[in-house]
């Protein structure tokens, strides 16, 4: 089946009827029915399929081996997601391995389908949680404990989906038999529109972080309440955020979101207690912490200014990642010449790059927008990215 063809079979599993677009998060009924999808599509190839002690799934065609030329990306979504991030990379990849496997072609190394668990954080609020457990780069006992927004810690997610949490953690054994990682990927920008382009190879990543910001103050009644007597958190965490905005319009390149900002209670006749605000910050360079502790120096000074207290935490940081410079000249040689891209979306290629020699290869995406229902690409562009992974999965398994 094409790799169009595979994402329409999927185009209504995880569907977010209040949100729009998909809401796909680790272990949930969505993300479930797509393992459930991706292991029977693989199982339909001949591979053979296997869930890891993180929860990542590896299809493998022939036998697990040495220098395996992995392709792959994850399934799960951001809340109110698109339909391409993710599933694209895991649809594109079958794709290829039936076109290979139709011309006849068989890989001279051992070659996997690798399927991350919550790239987008989108549950337990660390992203790349799969690849990151995977290699080592989080530890596994802050894992374990990384709960969901109802109180439920990773744990106990992964043991219900049948994982032990105490096998949770780097996993060298099966790090070691990657050779090379290549990840297709819908493109989260204008890029390829403006290049004229169907797709392009990823040669950087910006650096991306993830700070929680508590606010503290007075719980107490809308009404009865003067102004003067209050500690109203919600006042130190609009600040916040309107200082976001400012500090990131004067660092150069920088974004910075908050998208996520939970009051409690969350009564519209009661002033919050506590205020809890998200930020995502990504600089190229190395000035994504200095960035946050302006933010934070703001945060604090706003926040003494209404008789609160405000806590920052970093939940989650990756520097810089520049893809592998072989990899990415070869696919480049291989597929004729496509543009180069940069990218300020984080993946698990970008995680995985740190350990071994990983690449990327992007589909245009005409409306330039991600993280979001409009996310999209035309059928035409996603095969040609199908045929164009197939043709370098082909080459790097000679
Ligand atoms: O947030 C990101 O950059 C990616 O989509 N996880
Ligand atoms: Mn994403
Ligand atoms: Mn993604």
Not at 230 to 254: C, N, Q, S
Not at 294 to 310: D, S, T, Y
Not at 352 to 380: D, W
């Amino acid at each position: 089946m094409t790799a169009s063809s595979l994402l329409e079979e999927i185009s209504d599993v995880g569907r977010d009827p209040k949100r729009g677009g998909y809401s796909r998060h680790a272990f949930d009924a969505g993300e479930t029915e797509l393992r459930a999808w991706f292991v029977e599509r693989a199982g339909r190839l001949g591979l053979g399929v296997e869930t890891d002690r993180n929860g990542n799934i590896w299809a493998w065609w022939g036998t697990p081996g040495p220098d395996a030329v992995v392709t792959g990306s994850h399934l799960d979504s951001v809340p109110g997601g698109g339909a391409f991030d993710g599933p694209l990379g895991v649809a594109s990849a079958l794709d290829a391995v039936e076109i290979l496997q139709a011309k006849g072609f068989r890989p001279a190394k051992p070659f996997a389908v690798a399927v991350f668990a919550e790239e987008e954080g989108g549950r337990f609020g660390v992203p790349c949680l799969g690849s990151r457990l995977l290699t080592g780069t989080i530890d596994a006992d802050k894992a374990r404990n990384l709960r969901d927004p109802d109180g439920v810690t990773f744990a106990e997610a992964a043991a219900k989906s049948g994982l032990d949490p105490a096998r949770v953690g780097r996993d060298s054994e099966r790090l070691g038999l990657i050779g090379r990682f290549l990840e297709l990927h819908v493109e989260q920008g204008r890029g390829l529109i403006d290049l004229g382009s169907p797709i392009a190879v990823g040669n950087t990543v910006i650096a991306h972080g993830r700070w929680r910001f508590s606010f503290e103050g007075q719980g107490n009644h809308a009404g009865a309440t003067l102004i003067g007597d209050r500690r109203d958190p919600m006042i130190p965490a609009a600040e916040t955020v309107l200082a976001v905005r400012k500090l990131a319009r004067t660092t150069a390149d920088a974004r910075a979101t908050v998208g996520r900002l939970v009051p409690v209670p969350g009564g519209t006749n009661v002033i919050a207690s506590t205020v809890d605000l998200w930020l995502d910050a990504r600089v190229p360079g190395t000035d994504t912490p200095e960035l946050v502790a302006e933010i934070a120096k703001l945060a604090e000074e706003a926040a003494g200014q209404e008789g609160c207290r405000v806590e920052v935490t970093r939940e989650s940081y990756s520097d810089d990642v520049i893809f592998d410079d072989a990899l990415r000249r070869d696919l480049g040689t291989w597929l004729g010449g496509p543009p180069e891209l940069p990218t300020g979306a984080g993946h698990d290629a970008a995680i995985l790059a740190g350990f071994v020699p990983s690449g990327m290869l992007y589909v245009r995406n005409p409306t330039g927008i991600s993280h979001s229902p409009e996310e999209f690409s035309e059928a035409e562009d996603v095969d040609h990215g199908a045929r164009a992974l197939a043709d370098a999965l082909e080459k790097l398994s000679t």
